[in-house]
């Protein structure tokens, strides 16, 4: 059966990673002059000699998103379900190997945090958990789902990857949208970061989106954990494995989150740092790729970088989330998955936007897909 990995297996780690520091100014000047680029081309807009010309792309970004989606950036809100875990991760809260008290949340629960989500005005939830199939497996999810399916306009979840059949199980009961990020592209520093659970399968982790395109998901979501490697040849993995998907899998529409590493209980420094700069010249030269792709930016970030970046081509953004099972109102002070930047209220984030010229999307610009 054919997936990405099959593609994946053409290219070599280094020679990409070479390839893009390789890439020089007469590069960069040549992508930003066409009116459609390539994975070359994204090559060099990643690169350190596109630095120069940050601003440039920046304002060409701003114009193609204004275009695409308009003054808009649609709002959502994470809900963590559980932080019960049999994977051992090097930078995640929730490893087993953290001696944490572990918690998933009742039904009573969930809804006692949803209503919670709906005071403050969402309409798209993303449900988080550990990755753990006999606590928190196929049937709690899609209990979860059934539970809240009337409550949202849209449900995605960043859970364990499934088996096709699973999703469309899921698809079924309400499931609109499924986050799956590699981590990272890299199969060595992928294996040094998940040594035991069923997350050390990295085949397994690629096919995922395969999987989810399959099984007729309506969004998929991808991306890397910046700071396990470095970050330009990550992102080139991402976009390769992004065009592979739309190519195949066309009637799907995708994202694209931009993660870094944030402290946690047992934290990981990062290997490569991923400074500021970087990440808009990454938001981007995504953009300039692909004028369709949403892009996610979370409370990972500072609240002077997010205000800075809303208007370069971000198009989705979450605010006041918890990373922890129960966060908003059922048990505050349990762990976090890992520690969020932006504490803002969502009121205050909704005022930063609007001061921004943009104007407050709350459903999924594809609502009406039931």
């Given at each position: 059966?054919?997936?990405?990995?099959?593609?994946?297996?053409?290219?070599?780690?280094?020679?990409?990673?070479?390839?893009?520091?390789?890439?020089?100014?007469?590069?960069?000047?040549?992508?930003?002059?066409?009116?459609?680029?390539?994975?070359?081309?994204?090559?060099?807009?990643?690169?350190?000699?596109?630095?120069?010309?940050?601003?440039?792309?920046?304002?060409?970004?701003?114009?193609?998103?204004?275009?695409?989606?308009g003054n808009t950036i649609q709002m959502y809100a994470p809900m963590y379900l559980s932080n019960e875990c049999q994977n051992i991760c090097t930078y995640c809260g929730f490893s087993m190997t953290n001696k944490i008290p572990r918690r998933t949340l009742t039904d009573q629960e969930i809804l006692r945090e949803v209503d919670y989500l709906k005071s403050k005005g969402y309409?798209?939830?993303?449900?988080?958990?550990?990755?753990?199939?006999?606590?928190?497996?196929?049937?709690?999810?899609?209990?979860?789902?059934?539970?809240?399916?009337?409550?949202?306009?849209?449900?995605?979840?960043?859970?364990?990857?499934?088996?096709?059949?699973?999703?469309q199980i899921l698809k079924e009961s309400g499931l609109y949208g499924v986050l799956v990020y590699q981590e990272t592209y890299h199969k060595g520093e992928y294996k040094k970061h998940h040594p035991k659970g069923k997350k050390s399968n990295f085949d397994y982790r690629l096919d995922t989106p395969d999987r989810l395109g399959r099984a007729g998901i309506h969004k998929i979501?991808?991306?890397?954990?910046?700071?396990?490697?470095?970050?330009?040849?990550?992102?080139?993995?991402?976009?390769?494995?992004?065009?592979?998907?739309?190519?195949?899998?066309?009637?799907?529409?995708?994202?694209?989150?931009?993660?870094?590493?944030?402290?946690?209980?047992?934290?990981?420094?990062?290997?490569?740092?991923?400074?500021?700069?970087?990440?808009?010249?990454?938001?981007?030269?995504?953009?300039?790729?692909?004028?369709?792709?949403?892009?996610?930016?979370?409370?990972?970030?500072?609240?002077?970088?997010?205000?800075?970046?809303?208007?370069?081509?971000?198009?989705?953004?979450?605010?006041?989330?918890?990373?922890?099972?129960?966060?908003?109102?059922?048990?505050?002070?349990?762990?976090?998955?890992?520690?969020?930047?932006?504490?803002?209220?969502?009121?205050?984030?909704?005022?930063?936007?609007?001061?921004?010229?943009?104007?407050?999307?709350?459903?999924?610009?594809?609502?009406?897909?039931?």
């Amino acid at each position: 059966m054919k997936s990405f990995k099959h593609t994946f297996e053409q290219y070599d780690w280094n020679e990409i990673l070479s390839s893009i520091l390789s890439k020089t100014e007469t590069n960069v000047i040549h992508a930003l002059s066409k009116s459609k680029r390539d994975l070359e081309d994204f090559k060099a807009l990643l690169s350190p000699a596109a630095k120069p010309f940050l601003e440039q792309m920046a304002q060409m970004s701003s114009n193609i998103t204004k275009k695409r989606f308009g003054n808009t950036i649609q709002m959502y809100a994470p809900m963590y379900l559980s932080n019960e875990c049999q994977n051992i991760c090097t930078y995640c809260g929730f490893s087993m190997t953290n001696k944490i008290p572990r918690r998933t949340l009742t039904d009573q629960e969930i809804l006692r945090e949803v209503d919670y989500l709906k005071s403050k005005g969402y309409h798209h939830i993303l449900l988080v958990t550990g990755e753990a199939n006999k606590t928190v497996g196929v049937d709690y999810i899609n209990n979860a789902i059934q539970l809240i399916e009337t409550k949202f306009a849209n449900i995605t979840i960043e859970v364990q990857p499934l088996g096709q059949s699973d999703y469309q199980i899921l698809k079924e009961s309400g499931l609109y949208g499924v986050l799956v990020y590699q981590e990272t592209y890299h199969k060595g520093e992928y294996k040094k970061h998940h040594p035991k659970g069923k997350k050390s399968n990295f085949d397994y982790r690629l096919d995922t989106p395969d999987r989810l395109g399959r099984a007729g998901i309506h969004k998929i979501g991808l991306g890397a954990l910046f700071g396990l490697e470095d970050w330009r040849a990550d992102s080139f993995f991402t976009a390769l494995h992004l065009q592979y998907l739309q190519k195949t899998y066309w009637k799907t529409k995708y994202s694209i989150s931009f993660p870094r590493l944030r402290p946690h209980s047992g934290g990981l420094e990062p290997k490569v740092a991923m400074m500021d700069s970087d990440l808009v010249q990454l938001i981007c030269a995504y953009r300039l790729l692909d004028e369709d792709v949403e892009l996610s930016i979370s409370t990972r970030e500072s609240e002077i970088f997010r205000e800075n970046i809303v208007n370069m081509g971000i198009t989705s953004i979450s605010a006041e989330s918890k990373t922890n099972p129960g966060g908003y109102v059922v048990e505050q002070q349990s762990l976090e998955q890992f520690q969020i930047s932006d504490e803002r209220p969502t009121e205050e984030v909704v005022d930063m936007l609007k001061n921004k010229g943009l104007e407050v999307v709350w459903k999924d610009w594809a609502h009406n897909w039931k």
